[in-house]
Nanobody, 125 residues
Framework: QVQLVESGGGLVQTGGSVALSCVAS????????MGWFRQAPGKERAFLAASVWSDSRTYYADSVKGRFTMSRDNAKNTVYLQMNSLKPEDTAVYYCALGSPRSNGGRKINDYDYWGQGTQVTVSS
């Protein structure tokens, strides 16, 4: 059984930083693409970043490029999302996801087979 558990969310002021973690069980992350998404109230779930297992490429949405950094520690079966220079519009529930075998750095929700429960990040103005 695959389980993804996010942690590290919370309340932060504008301009601050937050580091999220996602620990996986039931799969060896080194063999799968991993992604981060977020969903703000009343909005669709949106792609943030993807890490490709086969060649270590990482892709980012334009909205977070230069501010967010995704990394992985395969030995700990964990992926991270370091978020800097946060803005109130970054307020959302943040999700990690494990890619399907066809993902190849996918940016769509259906490129991912398993999802964590989400962690809330709130950026105050």
């Amino acid at each position: 059984q695959v389980q993804l558990v996010e942690s590290g969310g919370g309340l932060v002021q504008t301009g601050g930083s937050v580091a999220l973690s996602c620990v996986a069980s039931g799969r060896t992350l080194s063999l799968y693409d991993m992604g981060w998404f977020r969903q703000a109230p009343g909005k669709e779930r949106a792609f943030l970043a993807a890490s490709v297992w086969s060649d270590s490429r990482t892709y980012y949405a334009d909205s977070v490029k230069g501010r967010f950094t995704m990394s992985r520690d395969n030995a700990k079966n964990t992926v991270y999302l370091q978020m800097n220079s946060l803005k109130p519009e970054d307020t959302a529930v943040y999700y990690c996801a494990l890619g399907s075998p066809r993902s190849n750095g996918g940016r769509k929700i259906n490129d991912y087979d398993y999802w964590g429960q989400g962690t809330q990040v709130t950026v105050s103005s």
